[in-house]
T-cell receptor, first 110, second 112 residues
Framework: DAGVTQSPTHLIKTRGQHVTLRCSPI?????VSWYQQVLGQGPQFIFQ???????GRGNFPDRFSARQFPNYSSELNVNALLLGDSALYLC?????????FGQGTRLTVV | LAKTTQPISMDSYEGQEVNITCSHN???????ITWYQQFPSQGPRFIIQ???TKVTNEVASLFIPADRKSSTLSLPRVSLSDTAVYYC?????????????FGSGTRLLVRP
């Protein structure tokens, strides 16, 4: 069975640009969450979507947005990138209280 | 703010049993306790989850006392590949409202 897949794996962007990160959950999982992990810290919750509806939002600015598609895949969008947005972005799908994470997208903003 | 407290780091040697204790004094009735393992530049990996008493799988055991205010992750006979960060989380993880609050975790270093 395929796990959670994220694309791209690495990305370099310039300050002020926009980025879209993609996530495909495990088949049968309807819940998708996004996390940001900066070096040396634990992952920080950004969004959760369930059945295509936003069910939770972390303490992130409005530059961050997301959506979930009918096939339960998801996109995370970040506008007006700042240097501080450089991080590992993780997607997780969950079922029955267990979350399974993808390998993440390493975003570097220069 | 994370609802758990765990040691920042631990050292061990190959072949030893490692026990990592996590405090969660304010655990709610519906909360479950879950442990994740994370290697550098990878996503966290689910290890084990429990509600009370003892849970065991092929990787680890989780011991939860009756008051549920703490829990202990036990890794039998660790190897070098168990060097990682281990996170303890508590929450009522319903699919419709799933939010993980990570702390700083415990950095386990396994030495030869």
């Amino acid at each position: 069975d395929a796990g959670v897949t994220q694309s791209p794996t690495h990305l370099i962007k310039t300050r002020g640009q926009h980025v879209t990160l993609r996530c495909s959950p495990i088949s049968g999982h309807k819940s998708v969450s996004w996390y940001q992990q900066v070096l040396g810290q634990g992952p920080q919750f950004i969004f959760q979507y369930y059945e295509k509806e936003e069910r939770g939002r972390g303490n992130f600015p409005d530059r961050f947005s997301a959506r979930q598609f009918p096939n339960y895949s998801s996109e995370l969008n970040v506008n007006a990138l700042l240097l501080g947005d450089s991080a590992l972005y993780l997607c997780a799908s969950s079922l029955e209280r267990k979350a399974f994470f993808g390998q993440g997208t390493r975003l570097t903003v220069v | 703010l994370a609802k758990t407290t765990q040691p920042i780091s631990m050292d061990s040697y190959e072949g030893q049993e490692v026990n990592i204790t996590c405090s969660h004094n304010n655990i709610a009735t519906n909360d479950y306790i879950t442990w994740y393992q994370q290697f550098p530049s990878q996503g966290p990996r689910f290890i084990i989850q429990g509600y009370k008493t003892k849970v065991t799988n092929e990787v680890a055991s989780l011991f939860i006392p009756a008051d549920r205010k703490s829990s202990t992750l036990s890794l039998p006979r660790v190897s070098l590949s168990d060097t990682a960060v281990y996170y303890c989380l508590v929450g009522d993880y319903m699919d419709s409202s799933y939010k993980l609050i990570f702390g700083s975790g415990t950095r386990l270093l396994v030495r030869p």
